[in-house]
């Protein structure tokens, strides 16, 4: 079965003919730069050497690194302030206000269906499979019609934890005409291979990732997109001049100089993961710890919200996820230091009658 699939026929006309801002920074950044309205005398403070200069619009350093990370090109990435950016972009440049709709499959992440709110598109869902998690692709497809643009799935899933199956997957992105986005922010923590590198084989696919979880750096806000050059030309067209400051930029280069270092702790969270498991299963309330391959627990135990209350009194929080479709009496539990899951455990057999 050929692929239905045709970007100019969902790519929204006024993205097609935007002629985008041009900065500075996109024609010129060394020589006698007094072409951007800089402070010439640079920041306030010391050890802030080119900082009065905008960053480069492009990151194109940054996005060689990611590209050999994910074994692609780097036409094929695009940066962004977090897969919050990715996210908000797909809807700016494929779906039309008022018009077009998306689809989801809960319980899954929440930003998906805030984004929809925020540019007024129309959200279906499909709820994953009670217990298993996993995706229900008759219905989905069932439940596609001509207006839905992108298909949301997050694998590893959040709050589940559990991945997608990667037949099911394949299934959705050869049938489904619009563009198929996989959230991949948890895939270091998982043993299924990310999807990134299939962009070149699917002109449909579009990979979100994040240096927020396995790479330990949240605070910088750096995501990540993988697409077709298409879809990322696009992206490239529509995003802020500046998107990624300089400071972000240099945290994130740093990182890929140290990956022996994203790799240790990576294989540290996941022992720990596998160790918090044990001790969870000890609790006498917890009626069941789902599978994992994530760098977090979803969590069955009896009266979840009165006990989240209650670590929070205590000032350890997690996350109630009692109120997601299939996740009844349940909390998320991150994988936290050796120490962190020791106060939990403790904390938890503390309110155990």
């Given at each position: 079965m050929s692929n239905p699939f045709d970007l100019e026929k969902i790519v929204r006309p006024n993205i097609k003919h935007l002629k985008p801002y041009h900065s500075a920074r996109q024609d010129f950044s060394d020589g006698l730069l007094l072409d951007a309205n800089e402070n010439s005398l640079g920041a306030p403070y010391q050890e802030a050497e080119g900082l009065h200069r905008y960053p480069d619009p492009s990151q194109s350093r940054l996005r060689d690194f990611i590209a050999d990370w994910r074994g692609v090109r780097k036409e094929n990435?695009?940066?962004?302030?977090?897969?919050?950016?990715?996210?908000?972009?797909?809807?700016?440049?494929?779906?039309?206000?008022?018009?077009?709709?998306?689809?989801?499959?809960?319980?899954?992440?929440?930003?998906y269906t805030v984004s929809a709110d925020i540019h007024n598109i129309a959200v279906d869902s499909v709820l994953l499979t009670a217990e298993t998690f996993q995706l229900n692709v008759d219905e989905i497809l069932n439940t596609i019609r001509d207006e839905t643009k992108l298909l949301f799935l997050c694998s590893p899933n959040n709050p589940t934890g559990n991945t997608f199956k990667r037949s099911s997957i394949e299934q959705l992105i050869k049938a489904f005409p619009g563009i198929v986005v996989i959230d991949e922010a948890y895939i270091d923590f998982s043993e299924e291979p990310s999807w990134a590198s299939e962009v070149?084989?699917?002109?449909?696919?579009?990979?979100?990732?994040?240096?927020?979880?396995?790479?330990?750096?949240?605070?910088?806000?750096?995501?990540?997109?993988?697409?077709?050059?298409?879809?990322?030309?696009?992206?490239?067209?529509?995003?802020?001049?500046?998107?990624?400051?300089?400071?972000?930029?240099?945290?994130?280069?740093?990182?890929?100089?140290?990956?022996?270092?994203?790799?240790?702790?990576?294989?540290?969270?996941?022992?720990?993961?596998s160790r918090l498991r044990g001790e969870l299963e000890r609790v006498p309330t917890i009626r069941k710890i789902y599978p994992s391959e994530a760098n977090f627990l979803l969590v069955k135990i009896d009266d979840a919200l009165t006990i989240y209350n209650k670590l929070t009194q205590q000032n350890v929080i997690v996350r109630y996820r009692g109120n997601e479709p299939h996740c009844d009496s349940c909390l998320r539990i991150t994988v936290g230091t050796p120490d962190e899951n020791k106060r939990l455990i403790s904390a938890l057999k503390q309110l155990t009658p």
């Open positions: 990435v695009f940066t962004g302030v977090g897969s919050d950016e990715g996210i908000d972009l797909l809807y700016r440049i494929f779906c039309r206000p008022g018009q077009d709709r998306v689809l989801t499959t809960p319980p899954t992440y929440g930003m070149v084989n699917y002109p449909n696919l579009v990979v979100l990732q994040t240096l927020s979880k396995s790479f330990g750096l949240a605070g910088i806000r750096l995501g990540i997109s993988y697409a077709s050059e298409d879809i990322i030309n696009y992206m490239m067209k529509v995003k802020a001049p500046y998107n990624i400051n300089q400071l972000t930029s240099n945290y994130a280069v740093q990182a890929f100089e140290n990956l022996n270092t994203v790799r240790f702790n990576i294989d540290a969270i996941k022992k720990e993961r």
